[in-house]
């Protein structure tokens, strides 16, 4: 799987190759990275990618035709590398936006199943529009907010789509049981000690049924507290598991049983 890069600042990426549990992915080349600076495709003394806006207003504009200089370039290595074979087959271009569709789990495990992609990382203003109508194949956001650049939520996915690949998490089972997999949060998980001090010279305790030894309990018991968890901080995920079918007669007797007032 290959990601391509268009960016201002590679220099952000370095650190993501060599640290962490998803530098597996890259030393092991389940995952290949290709960074593209986009100065080198300017023109000009100054390596000019932008301009001022027309109609007014503040900030500037990534122009269009160094950002297509660079993904033409793009284009030829990924089919000199054997990863396309012309327009048809071309991997997606994906550009980072706050109008674009939220970057969920769903929408990850799309892209850690593909070929890859071409990440667009836009600064300034904006990117002329022309070169988004053009080229974009979809465009995707963190959430409700606005960032300096795309090459933080570029990081985001990279880091998302790595940790997916078989043999980069030493338990091959533990994204399974990750937030968002089966829709839902996570539960609260525990390790030693048995039993932490408290200022108060009380004790919190870890939950006796992750010490039982009885899978089903225990299982019973995750499951319950990340409906739970899910109910109280984000009922619109227990509303859409259970438009999917993914809510048990159990899980749904729980839930009752709850009895969690809704949000105003």
């Known amino acids: 799987m290959r990601f391509d890069v268009i960016t201002l600042f590679p220099e952000l990426f370095a650190p993501h190759l060599e640290v962490g549990v998803t530098r597996r992915a890259y030393v092991d080349g389940k995952l290949q990275l290709q960074l ?6 300017a023109e000009g003394n100054y390596r000019r990618v932008d301009d001022r806006p027309f109609g007014g207003g503040p900030g500037m504009v990534m122009m269009a035709p160094p950002l297509e ?12 590398a054997g990863e396309g074979t012309g327009a048809g087959h071309r991997a997606p271009l994906i550009h980072f936006s706050p109008t674009g569709r939220r970057l969920d789990q769903a929408l990850v495990r799309e892209l850690a199943a593909g070929p890859g992609a071409v990440l667009l990382c836009g600064r300034y203003e904006g990117i002329d529009q022309r070169f988004i109508d053009r080229h974009v194949d979809m465009e995707v956001s963190l959430g409700d907010f606005v960032l300096s650049g795309g090459e933080l939520p570029a990081l985001v996915l990279l880091d998302a789509v790595a940790r997916l690949q078989p043999g980069v998490l030493q338990d091959a089972a533990s994204h399974q049981q990750d937030s968002f997999e089966d829709g ?30 009885h899978h089903g309990r225990i299982a019973r018991w995750r499951r319950e507290r990340s409906l739970e968890l899910t109910a109280r901080r984000r009922p619109d995920l227990i509303a859409a598991a259970r438009a999917a079918g993914r809510l048990s007669r159990e899980d749904e007797r729980f839930l009752q049983a709850l009895d969690i007032e809704p949000k105003p």
């Open 36 to 41: 593209w600076p986009l100065r080198d495709f």
């Open 69 to 80: 200089r660079a993904l033409d370039a793009v284009h030829a290595a990924r089919v000199q």
């Open 184 to 213: 839902l949060l996570d539960c609260p998980h525990y390790s030693r000690p048995e039993q932490l001090p408290r200022a108060d010279g009380g004790v919190d305790a870890v939950p006796q049924v992750l010490l039982s030894g």
